[in-house]
């Protein structure tokens, strides 16, 4: 199979390491990894701020990228629930609207290729051992996207508990937002901030030292809690832990 990183634009320009994780993961599995250079962002900060036209390019570029590929996998949930919930909808609007089917053609092309990492690991894949190495204490923050559009369920929790050395600590509200949003973060700060306390807190309790998941912009918010507390503990994307291995641990 030929697979397409979708790095997202949150993760090109602030956790490129992140990417590189994906692509050594998905190497070692056996499975040949493309990059798109023409990548760009998936839109969602227009399609939620009101921007609805403005995202339409953007939906024929990712459509035009990843042509060729015969899946496209991203290590954000936030992204994948945007490409599979609202490009449909982009496309039936513009046909609704007499523009014709291009969009809804370019949404029915993406969608059905389009995987988060650990739903493609566990459900294309079938893949739960990976291989990985993390011998530390490692509380999971599912995020709201992965978890209420997406559904992952526990394929995140399943990747964790294989990995070799890693102790899974329990994370008290796990299933609360922890209060980024995006622009809600930025419409409504002294809320997102509360929400973002409480994770932390909720997460130094654990006895972890490691808060991980699958969205770098929830632990962009709650990583920079933690440093501003001087927490004892740090946020770092899931499919870093998943790269890891006995011969090259994770530092």
Same mark, same amino acid.
């Given at each position: =199979? ?5 790095? !997202? ?13 994906? &692509? ?5 599995? %056996? ?5 798109? @250079?023409?990548? !760009? ?10 921007? +609805? ?13 990843? @042509? ?7 290590? $954000? ?6 490409? +599979? ?15 014709? $089917?291009? *969009? ?13 990492? !650990? ?7 079938? &893949? ?17 996207? %992965?978890?209420?559009? *997406?559904? *992952?369920?526990? +394929? ?22 922890? %209060? ?5 973060? &930025? ?6 901030? #509360? =929400?973002?306390?409480?994770?932390? +807190?909720?997460?130094? $309790?654990? %006895? ?11 632990? =962009?918010? /709650?990583?920079? /809690?933690?440093?501003?507390?001087? #927490? ?8 870093? /832990?998943? #790269? ?8």
């Amino acid at each position: =199979m030929r697979v397409g990183l979708f790095v !997202t634009c949150v993760n090109d320009a602030l956790y490129p390491r992140t990417g590189i994780a994906v &692509v050594k993961l998905l190497e070692r599995l %056996g499975v040949e990894v493309g990059f798109p @250079a023409g990548q !760009t962002c998936c839109g969602q900060p227009q399609f939620n701020t009101g921007y +609805r036209r403005e995202t339409e390019p953007l939906v024929r570029r990712f459509d035009r990228e990843f @042509a060729g590929y015969d899946y496209v996998v991203t290590p $954000s949930g936030s992204c994948a629930a945007m490409i +599979r919930d609202n490009y449909p909808r982009i496309g039936r609007k513009a046909a609704a609207e007499n523009r014709g $089917s291009e *969009l809804a053609d370019a949404a029915a092309r993406s969608v059905p290729k389009t995987y988060e990492l !650990t739903e493609f690991l566990v459900d294309v894949l079938g &893949v739960v051992d990976v291989g990985a190495y993390f011998p530390h204490a490692v509380a999971y923050h599912p995020s709201c996207h %992965g978890l209420r559009m *997406l559904g *992952l369920g526990d +394929r995140p929790r399943r990747l964790l508990e294989a990995v070799r050395g890693l102790e899974l600590r329990e994370l008290e509200g796990a299933e609360e937002c922890c %209060g980024f949003g995006g622009t809600f973060a &930025v419409k409504n700060p002294d809320v997102s901030a #509360a =929400m973002g306390e409480d994770k932390v +807190r909720n997460a130094v $309790s654990s %006895g972890a030292g490691v808060l991980c998941g699958a969205d770098n912009s929830c632990l =962009m918010h /709650i990583g920079g /809690i933690m440093r501003r507390q001087d #927490a004892p503990l740090r946020a770092l994307h899931l499919a870093e /832990i998943l #790269a890891s291995t006995e011969e090259e641990p994770h530092a």
